[in-house]
């Protein structure tokens, strides 16, 4: 059975941090690509930033300098610190592992960027 758990998500003010975890299981992860989507409310789903099992690195324009994404191959996790959040960031954040056809998710963690 496939899981992807989420941690990490919260209140935070403007200008702050914070750093996502997901940890999975039931899945080869190494040969997985792993990303971070976000739905903000009233609005679509949006990929934040993908990390393949190469290594090579996709961030939305939005993030780009203030989220780096990255795994632990050891442990199974994947993270994604994020950096000079902005209230824009406000969203549920998924975690999301894909190869080829499958795409599996994790249940989401709300992230909420206020003063």
């Known amino acids: 059975q496939v899981q992807l758990v989420e941690s990490g998500g919260g209140l935070v003010q403007p200008g702050g941090s914070l750093r996502l975890s997901c940890a999975a299981s039931?899945?080869?992860?190494?040969?997985?690509?792993m990303a971070w989507y976000r739905r903000a409310p009233g609005k679509q789903r949006e990929l934040v930033a993908a990390?393949?099992?190469?290594?090579?690195?996709n961030y939305v324009d939005s993030v780009k300098g203030r989220f780096p994404i990255s795994r632990d191959k050891a442990k199974k996790m994947v993270y994604l610190q994020m950096n000079r959040l902005k209230p824009e960031d406000t969203a549920v954040y998924y975690c999301?592992?894909?190869?080829?056809?499958?795409?599996?998710w994790g249940q989401g963690t709300q992230v909420t960027v206020s003063s």
């Open positions: 999301n592992a894909h190869l080829a056809l499958k795409n599996y």
């Open positions: 039931g899945i080869i992860f190494n040969l997985h690509t």
């Open positions: 990390l393949s099992s190469g290594g090579n690195t």
